[in-house]
């Protein structure tokens, strides 16, 4: 029975490049996925994109390609990935110049664009929700919007017969779902296949948190070689079942327990998950361990995919502006409490959107209410934050904790700090019949 051996090659922008190579090497492939986009990466790429118009596309993209392409070439493996981000057309030209650089021959590239709904939204086309009112009046602080877009024109550039496909905002688990209806010849209204496909892309999209990252928790939840993790394949039956493994000796487990994490992960309703594709039912899926790092996949569900595309849009959302300071010896958490109350009543005459401050080690992440009362630190980091309008009055906040030096309790020190701007996402839905994608397939 043909199956179909799909590698995650990046889990987001910034992954780790070796366990890829790993994959390409030895993983024994047919398609190699570099997922690289979260929601405000794209965000992101598109203010680069403004500031340089040969930018906007993944900054990992020409070390990822450089150290893939001959490995497809010679394993014969294709590869799917959203490292286009804001600029397809500039990455599809980047792996281009890569792969003639490299001295490879018969390579089809094949961009995909169409996802930047910006023009739309800011026309007020927007699918009528919560977010319509409050996105219609940013006006000049939009920066992106990028509908989520599904299979359609990856299957579109498979069928042309692309060797790699560089997309932007697609949809993670469509990313691996496209090669498998591509493949198996899925109807693309068979829904029940369409949902178990996409249990099997949503378990591979983040890479190395299925192989164990993410899930480590020292005497509790022990992974093996985390310093090496490898990063997932998935074998894939024609009826959508699956089994997930990784490359023989590489770091990491695969076991029933980093399955289940990992398809829970960011699930709202296991049993209605909107992609524009499907939308997928997890509730009844079955994780079985038939041997060591060998997990099958089956019972996954689906219905008709939803008439409306989710959209990423990215604000301006003023500046912020951060300061630290550490106290170390006895008295270490009074002093730093001392540092707070001084700078509160300092920066009291500042319009400050917000303010916050925190004790790092202390009441950082839970806060006050939630934070475990223990025996009192011996060293802490005060954390003061602001969200302003404009930059000089973020820039105060840095200003005012190295004045604590001379200014402040004794014995402060290792002040850092930075201002930048805020980039802001929020969401909206468009009409799937609004959104008009392209292909364009290139020949080295």
């Keep these: 029975m043909k199956t179909v051996r799909i590698g995650c090659g990046a889990g987001y922008s910034g992954d780790r490049i070796d366990p890829a190579v790993e994959l390409a090497e030895r993983g024994n492939l047919d398609y190699l996925v570099f997922e690289c986009l979260a929601e405000r990466t794209i965000a992101l790429a598109q203010k680069a994109l403004r500031l340089d118009p040969s930018g906007g596309y993944d900054p990992l993209l020409e070390e990822r390609m450089q150290a893939v392409l001959p490995l497809s070439a010679k394993n014969e493996f294709r590869i799917i990935t959203n490292m286009g981000a804001a600029n397809p057309p500039a990455a599809a030209r980047k792996t281009r110049e890569i792969a003639q650089h490299l001295g490879l021959r018969k390579l089809r590239i094949a961009t995909i664009t169409g996802d930047d709904v910006l023009t739309l939204i800011r026309d007020g086309k927007a699918h009528a929700d919560e977010n319509t009112s409050f996105i219609a009046g940013l006006g000049d602080k939009l920066i992106s919007a990028n509908a989520y877009v599904g299979i359609e024109p990856i299957l579109e550039a498979l069928a042309a017969?692309?060797?790699?496909?560089?997309t932007g905002r697609v949809a993670d688990p469509s990313l691996f779902l496209a090669p498998l209806v591509h493949e198996f010849s899925w109807a693309t209204d068979n829904w029940h296949l369409l949902g178990q496909g996409t249990v099997v892309g949503h378990l591979l999209e983040c890479a190395g948190q299925v192989t164990g990252g993410y899930f480590a928790d020292p005497g509790v939840k022990d992974v093996p070689d985390l310093a090496h993790l490898g990063f997932p394949i998935a074998e894939v039956s024609p009826d959508?079942?699956?089994?997930?493994?990784?490359?023989?000796?590489?770091?990491?487990?695969?076991?029933?327990?980093?399955c289940t994490e990992q398809l829970l992960y960011e699930i709202?309703?296991?049993?209605?998950?909107?992609?524009p594709d499907v939308i997928a039912d997890f509730s009844h899926v079955t994780l079985d361990e038939i041997g060591k790092d060998r997990v099958r996949v089956e019972g996954g569900n689906g219905r008709a995919r939803p008439e409306t595309l989710k959209v990423s849009v990215?604000?301006?959302?003023?500046?912020?502006?951060?300061?630290?300071?550490?106290?170390?010896?006895?008295?270490?958490l009074a002093r730093a409490q001392l540092a707070q109350q001084i700078l509160t009543e300092r920066l009291a005459r500042h319009t400050f959107r917000e303010l916050r401050f925190d004790l790092i080690g202390v009441n950082s992440i839970h806060g006050p209410g939630l934070s475990r009362p223990a025996a009192e630190p011996y060293e802490v980091r005060m954390r003061a934050t602001a969200k302003a309008?404009?930059?000089?009055?973020?820039?105060?906040?840095l200003s005012a904790v190295e004045a604590l030096y001379t200014n402040g309790p004794a014995g402060g020190g290792g002040v850092t700090g930075f201002t930048r701007e805020v980039t802001a996402?929020?969401?909206?839905?468009?009409?799937r019949s609004l959104v008009k994608t392209h292909v364009h397939c290139e020949d080295l």
Excluded: W
Aim: glycine share 16%; charged share 15%.
């Design 268 to 275: 709202m309703d296991p049993a209605a998950y909107f992609t």
């Design 314 to 332: 990215g604000y301006h959302d003023g500046f912020q502006g951060e300061g630290q300071i550490c106290y170390a010896g006895p008295g270490a």
């Design 389 to 397: 309008d404009d930059n000089r009055t973020a820039a105060m906040i």
């Design 240 to 258: 959508g079942s699956a089994i997930l493994t990784k490359v023989e000796g590489s770091g990491g487990c695969i076991t029933r327990a980093t």
């Design 425 to 431: 996402m929020t969401s909206t839905l468009i009409a």
């Design 161 to 166: 017969g692309a060797d790699v496909i560089i």
